[in-house]
């Protein structure tokens, strides 16, 4: 008997994902194992929207092999779809085979509710006597409020259920109920799968035992790549030198960091003699893209003005005189509703950004617009902060555009990848592998850190995890569905040279 697991794909409502190809790629993989069941363990989209629903139906049609199917908790995150959701990823719910019997357990609430309670005993009625059980559900049931515990440990017990299969977590883990066998997998999610690259995930019983295997998707993990392109991913990826401009820049020169950013705030508080000769050692180590990032333009709604422009203007002037290749400069610090198409304060800044940051493109420098992210507790409509999506940052660019001369070079997106992933409630429908199809083709640069309780900007130790894996970034780079552009580590609390020499080890088989 063997079954495979496919969880937490949370596929989005766009062509092109990372999500998608992840799950493209589990299917043609289950279409030549032959796998007896696949099991979906919820959490298949990122919303439970009809366009997601849809999408993710086109990606399963050429399955062909029996299934059984729960939903997950983001399946049902806008109540105005949830019950559909829930309807269309809630068959087939129970698979019989010679001896095993897979059943699906509906754990997307975080509990057990009465109705699936007694759907649940009904379908267990249904089983043949004498097969042994394999449920599949969402929710690690170990970790379901006390009362429902209870309850699976009850039924689990009483109906010979040897075996349980969960997402939900992100990660691996074995786990028991009441001696009753609990395996999480970490599932399908490139941005998500935490320890390593996202999986599809066997079971098989041999001998009345089931083991655990699994194939990792070769496309999210740059250890598959050739040398040469690891060797091309790792000659963009270099550092933000933070608060740490002379000790940081110095630290690239010495390791050959051939891309590098400087904080504005930072740097223009250091002898400009010493800065100037700490870019030339950089450069002549091998350096070669020099960026800086500017300082913030913000929308004062009440006086309906901008403020920031004098030292943006000394940002931009030191920028020059350093001769940067590219900066980056965040969108426009404002509400959402103050900056829609026509309105007043969107126009004024559009004219502050240009009569700013002209004299740079007119110097033939690459022009990145980094989007920003809402925080917790932060309105989720337009009083929340402007240009936390792909629409408003894209809108928001080509607008720039056009009104800068056509002659300089054409402004793009600083992706940062955190702002991305740390987005509540935005990152929801908005996910990095989104992020990364609708807006990724016109990047022209990345940040990149981890993210923990503490916040951005943490360091990254590792390519998965805990709270973002880069394998939607390294699909995504390496398939051309996002633009290769110079990738800054941009670490607050500690030098970004420890995560730079953790990524090239990583990348070196090191």
Same mark, same amino acid.
């Given at each position: 008997?063997?079954?495979?697991?496919?969880? !937490?794909?949370?596929? /989005?409502?766009?062509?092109?994902?990372?999500?998608?190809?992840?799950?493209?790629?589990?299917?043609?993989?289950?279409?030549?194992?032959?796998?007896?069941?696949?099991?979906?363990?919820?959490?298949?989209?990122?919303?439970?929207?009809?366009?997601?629903?849809?999408?993710?139906?086109?990606?399963?049609?050429?399955?062909?092999?029996?299934?059984?199917?729960?939903?997950?908790?983001?399946?049902?995150?806008?109540?105005?779809?949830?019950?559909?959701?829930?309807?269309?990823?809630?068959?087939?719910?129970?698979?019989?085979?010679?001896?095993?019997?897979?059943?699906?357990? %509906?754990?997307?609430?975080?509990?057990?509710?009465?109705?699936?309670?007694? &759907?649940?005993?009904?379908? =267990?009625?249904?089983?043949?006597?004498?097969?042994?059980?394999?449920?599949?559900?969402?929710? /690690?049931?170990?970790?379901?409020?006390?009362?429902?515990?209870?309850?699976?440990?009850?039924? #689990?017990?009483?109906?010979?259920?040897?075996?349980?299969?969960?997402?939900?977590?992100?990660?691996?883990?074995?786990?028991?109920?009441?001696?009753? /066998?609990?395996?999480?997998?970490? $599932?399908? !999610?490139?941005?998500?799968?935490?320890?390593?690259?996202?999986?599809?995930?066997? #079971?098989?019983?041999?001998?009345?035992?089931?083991? &655990?295997?699994?194939?990792?998707?070769?496309?999210?993990?740059?250890?598959?790549?050739?040398?040469?392109?690891?060797?091309? #991913?790792?000659?963009?990826?270099?550092?933000?030198?933070?608060?740490?401009?002379?000790?940081?820049?110095?630290?690239?020169?010495?390791?050959?960091?051939?891309? +590098?950013?400087?904080?504005?705030?930072?740097?223009?508080?250091?002898?400009?003699?010493?800065?100037?000769?700490?870019?030339?050692?950089?450069?002549?180590?091998?350096?070669?893209?020099?960026?800086?990032? *500017?300082?913030?333009?913000?929308? !004062?709604?009440?006086?309906?003005?901008?403020?920031?422009?004098?030292? *943006?203007?000394?940002?931009?002037?030191?920028?020059?005189?350093? $001769?940067?290749?590219?900066?980056?400069?965040?969108?426009?610090?404002?509400?959402?509703?103050?900056?829609?198409?026509?309105?007043?304060?969107?126009?004024?800044?559009?004219?502050?950004?240009?009569?700013?940051?002209?004299?740079?493109?007119?110097?033939?420098?690459? =022009?990145?617009?980094?989007?920003?992210?809402?925080?917790?507790?932060?309105?989720? %409509?337009?009083?929340?902060?402007?240009?936390?999506?792909?629409?408003?940052? +894209?809108?928001?660019?080509?607008?720039?555009?056009?009104?800068?001369?056509?002659?300089?070079?054409?402004? $793009?997106?600083?992706? !940062?990848?955190?702002?991305?992933?740390?987005?509540?409630?935005?990152?929801?429908?908005?996910?990095?592998? &989104?992020?990364?199809?609708?807006?990724?083709?016109?990047?022209?640069?990345?940040?990149?850190?981890?993210?923990?309780?503490?916040?951005?900007?943490?360091?990254?130790?590792?390519?998965?995890?805990?709270?973002?894996? +880069?394998?939607?970034?390294?699909?995504?780079?390496?398939?051309?569905?996002?633009?290769?552009?110079?990738? #800054?580590?941009?670490? &607050? %609390?500690?030098?970004?040279? $420890?995560?730079?020499?953790?990524?090239?080890?990583?990348?070196?088989?090191?």
């Amino acid at each position: 008997m063997k079954i495979a697991v496919i969880a !937490d794909t949370h596929i /989005p409502n766009c062509a092109d994902s990372a999500e998608e190809a992840a799950l493209a790629w589990a299917v043609e993989t289950c279409r030549r194992s032959e796998p007896d069941v696949v099991v979906f363990a919820g959490d298949l989209t990122a919303c439970g929207l009809p366009g997601e629903l849809d999408r993710l139906a086109g990606i399963l049609r050429p399955l062909g092999l029996p299934s059984v199917s729960t939903p997950g908790n983001s399946d049902l995150r806008s109540s105005q779809t949830a019950a559909r959701a829930r309807r269309r990823l809630s068959a087939p719910t129970m698979q019989q085979f010679p001896g095993v019997t897979v059943l699906a357990l %509906d754990t997307s609430d975080g509990a057990v509710r009465p109705a699936e309670r007694r &759907r649940f005993a009904s379908g =267990l009625a249904g089983v043949r006597t004498g097969s042994s059980k394999v449920v599949v559900t969402h929710w /690690p049931p170990d970790e379901l409020p006390a009362a429902d515990r209870q309850w699976c440990a009850s039924v #689990f017990a009483d109906n010979r259920v040897e075996l349980v299969l969960a997402g939900h977590k992100h990660r691996d883990a074995d786990t028991e109920l009441a001696g009753v /066998p609990i395996r999480q997998v970490r $599932g399908l !999610d490139p941005e998500k799968a935490i320890g390593a690259p996202p999986a599809l995930t066997f #079971f098989v019983r041999e001998r009345g035992a089931w083991k &655990r295997q699994e194939t990792a998707w070769p496309a999210g993990d740059p250890r598959t790549w050739e040398p040469n392109e690891r060797e091309g #991913f790792l000659a963009q990826l270099g550092i933000s030198t933070m608060s740490r401009t002379l000790a940081d820049t110095a630290q690239a020169a010495t390791v050959g960091a051939r891309v +590098l950013e400087l904080r504005a705030s930072a740097a223009m508080g250091v002898d400009g003699t010493e800065l100037a000769a700490a870019v030339r050692r950089w450069r002549g180590a091998g350096g070669r893209e020099l960026s800086v990032h *500017l300082p913030d333009l913000r929308w !004062d709604a009440k006086r309906g003005r901008t403020d920031g422009l004098p030292i *943006l203007r000394d940002a931009v002037s030191l920028s020059l005189r350093l $001769g940067v290749e590219r900066v980056t400069v965040h969108v426009p610090r404002a509400a959402a509703k103050d900056m829609t198409p026509g309105n007043g304060g969107r126009q004024a800044m559009l004219a502050a950004f240009s009569a700013a940051l002209g004299p740079l493109a007119e110097a033939g420098v690459i =022009l990145g617009v980094e989007n920003l992210h809402r925080t917790p507790g932060e309105p989720d %409509d337009d009083r929340g902060r402007f240009g936390c999506t792909p629409p408003e940052c +894209l809108a928001w660019l080509q607008d720039l555009t056009d009104v800068l001369p056509s002659s300089v070079p054409r402004p $793009g997106l600083l992706l !940062d990848l955190g702002h991305a992933r740390n987005n509540p409630p935005l990152s929801r429908m908005w996910t990095v592998g &989104r992020w990364l199809a609708e807006a990724g083709p016109c990047a022209v640069g990345y940040h990149v850190h981890q993210v923990t309780a503490k916040g951005n900007h943490q360091p990254l130790r590792e390519p998965f995890g805990p709270a973002i894996s +880069l394998s939607a970034l390294f699909w995504a780079w390496r398939a051309c569905r996002t633009a290769r552009a110079p990738m #800054f580590l941009e670490i &607050r %609390d500690e030098s970004a040279m $420890g995560s730079l020499r953790a990524l090239r080890d990583f990348l070196q088989g090191r």
